[in-house]
């Protein structure tokens, strides 16, 4: 009795549950249904070309905001901010109107968005000539006629770029928005909120965002006006990587520019670092010129910067050019040192700079150089009596005088140029090995000591000649007169 009990319990617990599923299989249908002949209901003979209102004068008011998803990219050399964002629309189609209680309780359906009415809102500064520039997803439609449209878009916009500070630069971009064909009789907008959302914002590794906000404006044409809205997008750059690749290099290489004055003339690396200084120059000037805008405008001052290091390594190079020119003159060269220049680097600015002036080791008088002027002979006439003498002989003798003249004049130099050849090797060869009286054989004297010491240590060698050995007489014969400098002689 017991299991026939729980058999028959088990059975009605089946039966309910087999029913309430069927009951629920019949609800479903019924709502699709529900809903299926609203739609035909609402869309019945509706027009999506036609403006929604009861009234010629009424007025559509579109609740606009803008939410932004990415910076994909901001394109300084062609002035251009490329965006992802969502553009948030509703407004009220009094056609798409119902009453819940006839339909099952629905209070909300999705439709099309190309199956309604649109408001038809663009970008004004669109660049890519996609002026829509949004994908057409569907439209919550409510029973009250609200309808809410939140298309997402891929925008590229105009925007003016301010380089000067580059790249510590800030930007300001913005982006307009109004509808194409409709005046502000037919379509108002109102804002929803004054600043951007960023709640699902990627962030930029290059720009930062600091501020968007949004500004609702108007432009009149005649009896007409079209209202629109204007966000406006403060971009901060971030500077590292320019610093890092960029400005730190730049620095290096100007710092360079100054050190190839500090090369000795004698290197011949001082105009080749000069030269590869301008070369990376330019090539970091070509880079700013591919980032930058091609424009009249604005000019960054790291380019300024560039074209003057620039300038002052051109300069550096001509003035190294002219230094090694004038290093490398001298009298092999046929290039002699003018006297302006003598007198002015050599005696005017020693004074100027509190130093010495130069003193010529090598100067000689100049009355023995100097070559004695030729006196016309006096000849003696056939009477004894002193006067000019007549005739071819006279052409002759001035002939003569000239040779001699020019003859000694040679000869002078000569001497001259040996004296010096003479002195120079005694100052420049190391050590001569000079056994004088009073010091021990083998040692050595410095070629370079005053010239007293050889001719004070010498002076009394030929009285003394029998205490010295024969070869320290012999070392000492071989210094006079020749290898004695030239101030000895004189």
Known sequence: MGRMKFAVALLCVSL???RDAVQAEEDFVSLAELEDSLLRNLFKGYQKWVRPVQHANDTITVRFGLKISQLVDVDEKN???????????????????????????ITAIRVPSETIWLPDIVLYENADGRFEGSLMTKAIV????????????SYKSACNMDVTFFPFDRQNCSMKFGSWTYDGNMVDLVLV?????????????????????GVKGSRRDGIYWYPFVTYSFILKRLP?????????????????TVLVFYLPSDEGEKLSLSTSVLV???????????????SSKVIPLIGEYLLFIMIFVTFSIIVTVFVINVHHRSSATYHPMAPW???????????????????????????????PEPKPRRAIGRRGVQGQQKGPL???????????AMLEKATNSVRYISQHIKEGALYKRGCTRLEVCGAGAGQDLPVGLPHGVHTGNCSHLHSRSADVPQHTLMHTQMLQPADLPPQNLI
């Open 341 to 371: 220049v003598k007198s002015l680097f050599l005696q005017r600015l020693p004074r100027l700079l509190c130093m010495r002036g130069h003193t010529d080791r090598y100067n000689f008088p100049d009355n023995e150089l100097r070559s």
């Open 16 to 18: 309910a549950a087999v």
């Open 240 to 256: 590292l990587f320019y610093t890092l690749f960029l400005i730190i290099p730049c620095l290096g290489l100007s710092f360079l």
């Open 193 to 213: 909120d004054h600043y951007v959302d960023r709640k699902d914002f990627f962030d930029n590794g290059e720009w930062e965002i600091l501020n968007a906000t």
């Open 79 to 105: 002035q251009l901010m490329t965006t992802n964002v969502w553009l948030w629309q509703e407004w009220i189609d009094v056609k798409l109107k119902w009453n819940p209680d006839d339909y099952g309780g």
């Open 280 to 294: 990376s120059l330019t090539v970091f000037l070509l880079v700013i010129e591919e980032i930058i805008p091609s």
């Open 394 to 404: 006279v052409g002759k003798e001035d002939e003569n005088q000239a040779w001699l």
């Open 142 to 153: 409510r029973w009250d006629g609200t309808i809410t449209w939140t298309p997402p878009a």
